[in-house]
Every structure is written in C-alpha cells, then in structure tokens.
C-alpha cells in the first residue's frame, strides 16, 4: 500500500473495509485479493445480469478488478462519507455487508502483526490470509493464518468493544 505509506490512512483496517464493501456492492464471493506494487488485484464469482428481456436469472461468471491506489482511495473516501449513517455498521453480517465486516476484522489483525504484501483467499466466509514480514534480524518470511466463519463472525460481533 505504497499510496498510504506516511499518510493517516496507512492501516489496513479501513482499505480492507473499504474494499469489502465494494465487493458486497459487486455480490461477489469466493474471493482472492493480492497486494500489487500499484494497488490490489480483485477476483471473486459473481453472477452476471441476463441479457435484454430474457427470463433467464444471468449467469455466474468469475470477474477480475485491479484495484489501482487512486481507485482504493477513493473508495475510503466514500465508505467514510458513510459513516454514522447506521447503513455501514449493520452487525448483521448475514445480510448485505459481511466482507465489508469481516475484511475490517482481518484487517485490524492484520495491522496488529505489523506485516505487509497481503494474499488474501476465501471461500464460504472463511479467509486464509498470508502475510509476508521481516523479523528484527533481517529474516523475511511469509505467514499463514486462518479463519473460519465462526472466527469472523467472533471478530466482528467483539469488534464494537475494542474501538477506541
């Protein structure tokens, strides 16, 4: 996240949100997220609006976005115009916001670790993340950590206590 380097919106917590948010808008799922040099890169199943008139329900297709560093700041832009409307912090998230919820979540722990270079898959409302970092002696490595729906859903629901 080179764009944030320096900046107040360096943590992953709200570019992580705000991203989630833009997948629920999309009704993507089974999503893979990748830290690029630029920005992200977005791909999730969605399902596809039919064709003119056809009675037909669409089709599901795997859709992929690159996400460039303007195009992330400007969704935090406006996720933050949304806040304290209530329409961003629904804690339902069986409803219409789960990965905006749950990718604020992972992005809290995420910050916690101090890492960086973010490969993100989930699949069923279960993430496994993998994080690269370099310890005090130099020493590169890459981390993986999982988490199950339940586990999200533990995050999210505890979330609203640990907000300063």
């Not at 789960?98 to 973010?118: C, N, S, W």
């Amino acid at each position: 996240m080179r764009i944030y380097d320096g900046s107040p919106r360096q943590d992953w917590e709200e570019v992580l949100r705000s991203i989630g948010a833009f997948i629920d808008g999309e009704f993507l799922k089974e999503i893979l997220l990748l830290e690029l040099e630029g920005g992200f890169l977005l791909q999730g199943i969605g399902l596809s609006a039919p064709a003119g008139d056809s009675d037909q329900l669409g089709s599901v297709t795997k859709r992929t976005y690159e996400l460039t560093d303007e195009q992330i700041a400007n969704l935090m832009d406006a996720r933050s115009t949304r806040r304290g409307t209530g329409a961003s912090n629904v804690p339902n998230p069986d409803l219409t916001n789960y990965f905006e919820l749950a990718l604020r979540v992972v992005g809290a722990y995420i910050d916690a670790q101090r890492t960086h270079d973010v490969f993100l898959l989930e699949q069923d409302g279960s993430f496994v993340v993998r994080l690269f970092s370099i310890s005090g002696s130099r020493i590169a490595s890459h981390q993986l950590v999982e988490f199950t729906r339940d586990d999200i859903l533990a995050m999210i629901g505890s979330a609203p206590g640990q907000r300063t």
